[in-house]
């Protein structure tokens, strides 16, 4: 990965930040996004010590803010020179109902909304680099949506954080899907995966079931095995020319039959553009 420049939201820990560290390891830049300046600089420095890899970039945005996603977008144009790798990890997960400051539910904001906005305004940057690939980390979560509640998008109805969660993840591969169709012949390649029950700290923020969860945390697997198959997807030559597909354990799955639904696709993303003013225009 010796040249290459890889963007990760996210990175601060977890699989992101085990990501980071991986792909430090095999030699590519990385440029890191953190919510917070603390977090970007501690974990800028802990990647470079245990790395000895220096060309770690740190960006700070809070992806639940469209205003500073198009700060980070407008900065990461300026400073890179160019982008190989972009890869939307950045999630969360909110046992209330709760708006951003841009009126939308935080989950559908931070774990969709986000990612689409992000990639949609690095896109030229990610084309002129070609070949270039994309990695949007979803969950095996999404079979438990089986569609998207636009509605819901808005707080409105009956809130329960677990659908509103697998239904961001749905969302995501669904956008992984019709983005993969609209880059045809573009040189950039996009594709999304389960990382697996990772002991993360998510675990801590599922409300009710937050015990349970915790325990059952101790027999999950560790953030480096959830981010092989990132790690995978951002270097093998293996998957150079794939795109439009799932991955889990860095083998291609079959994700829910609702992903793959056409004109949901199409509706998501005219959706998205209004919630986030932004048209695709490439």
Not at 127 to 141: K, L, T, W
Not at 272 to 281: M, P
Request: charged share 25%.
């Amino acid at each position: 990965m010796k040249g290459k420049v890889c963007l990760i939201t996210g990175a601060s820990s977890g699989i992101g930040k085990a990501t980071s560290i991986e792909l430090a390891k095999l030699g590519a830049t990385v440029a890191i996004v953190c919510r917070t300046e603390e977090k970007c600089e501690k974990t800028a420095k802990e990647i470079i010590e245990k790395t000895k890899n220096e060309n770690i970039i740190p960006f700070v945005a809070d992806l639940l803010s469209q205003k500073q996603i198009r700060n980070l977008a407008e900065e990461v144009n300026s400073k890179l020179n160019r982008l190989d790798v972009l890869i939307n990890n950045a999630g969360s997960y909110f046992p209330k109902c709760t708006l951003t400051e841009d009126g939308i539910e935080s989950t559908f904001a931070l774990n969709y909304l986000a990612p689409f906005l992000l990639t949609n305004l690095l896109l030229n940057k990610l084309i002129e680099s070609r070949p270039s690939r994309i990695i949007n980390v979803s969950s095996s979560a999404h079979f438990s949506a089986k569609t998207i509640d636009f509605d819901s998008v808005f707080c409105k109805g009956k809130y329960n954080g677990y659908k509103a969660y697998a239904q961001s993840k749905l969302a995501l591969t669904i956008f992984t899907y019709e983005l993969s169709r609209k880059l045809k012949d573009k040189g950039v390649t996009v594709n999304c995966m389960h990382p697996g029950a990772v002991r993360t700290s998510l675990w801590s923020k599922t409300g009710a079931i937050k015990p349970l969860a915790i325990l059952a945390s101790f027999f999950m697997r560790s953030p480096e095995k959830g981010a092989e198959t990132i790690v995978y997807l951002a270097s093998s030559e293996d998957v150079a020319n794939i795109t439009g597909k799932y991955f889990f354990d860095k083998r291609e799955e079959k994700s829910s039959a609702v992903s793959y639904d056409v004109e949901l696709a199409k509706h998501l993303w005219e959706f998205s553009e209004r919630l986030t003013n932004t048209k695709y225009v490439i």
